[in-house]
T-cell receptor, first 116, second 112 residues
Framework: KQEVTQIPAALSVPEGENLVLNCSFTDSAIYNLQWFRQDPGKGLTSLLLIQSSQREQTSGRLNASLDKSSGRSTLYIAASQPGDSATYLCAPHGNAGGTSYGKLTFGQGTILTVHP | DVKVTQSSRYLVKRTGEKVFLECVQDMDHENMFWYRQDPGLGLRLIYFSYDVKMKEKGDIPEGYSVSREKKERFSLILESASTNQTSMYLC???????????FGSGTRLTVV
């Protein structure tokens, strides 16, 4: 069974800092890995999708890397802003118990607060 | 703007009631999912569907059932609501392989 761990559980930083959020997973047989953002009381928004054959993916100030063999992914946020405050969730997409239909397994998330 | 729509934002139901949570997507996605999210436990998969009338159990299916009669609609059913089913319920849809994963805004269900 896939298990996902995210470190740190919470992070509070001043505006402008560059950040690193870490994710590790136990089963490296994944199709891809996604990073999501969740604002309080809301649904999840997909930020980045890294295919298993890729090493990294970038979108604006966000960069995600994937080391599939070691079961690790990292989300970098450059020049953080107060609007980045949210919970960030990592979700590897793997095989669903012998079927060909993959499913996401979520970590507990990192709660990020960026203060002015 | 493409989206996943959950019919209710907040619901309050009594113990023992049969509860229906509805989810509709307009992206022609094959896959649809129901999760619940609880503090300290994160998101857990209840059921998913990869085609009309097809369903697969997720990690915590006990006490729930689902229905997918049309491609765009995926319903979660609580046969007899209990207080331990008080939670935030999130619906999602995706293309095969996990591309285009899109979540609804969630339904906060309270069972009293």
């Amino acid at each position: 069974k896939q298990e996902v761990t995210q470190i740190p559980a919470a992070l509070s930083v001043p505006e402008g800092e560059n950040l690193v959020l870490n994710c590790s997973f136990t089963d490296s047989a994944i199709y891809n890995l996604q990073w999501f953002r969740q604002d309080p009381g809301k649904g999840l928004t997909s930020l980045l999708l890294i295919q298993s054959s890729q090493r990294e993916q970038t979108s604006g100030r966000l960069n995600a890397s994937l080391d599939k063999s070691s079961g690790r992914s990292t989300l970098y946020i450059a020049a953080s802003q107060p609007g980045d405050s949210a919970t960030y969730l990592c979700a590897p997409h793997g095989n669903a118990g012998g079927t060909s239909y993959g499913k996401l397994t979520f970590g507990q998330g990192t709660i990020l607060t960026v203060h002015p | 703007d493409v989206k996943v729509t959950q019919s209710s934002r907040y619901l309050v139901k009594r113990t023992g009631e049969k509860v229906f949570l509805e989810c509709v997507q307009d992206m022609d996605h094959e896959n649809m999912f129901w999760y619940r999210q609880d503090p300290g436990l994160g998101l857990r998969l209840i059921y998913f569907s990869y085609d009309v009338k097809m369903k697969e159990k997720g990690d915590i299916p006990e006490g729930y059932s689902v229905s997918r009669e049309k491609k765009e609609r995926f319903s979660l059913i609580l046969e007899s609501a209990s207080t331990n089913q008080t939670s935030m319920y999130l619906c999602a849809s995706s293309l095969p392989g996990g591309n285009g994963y899109t979540f609804g805004s969630g339904t906060r269900l309270t069972v009293v």
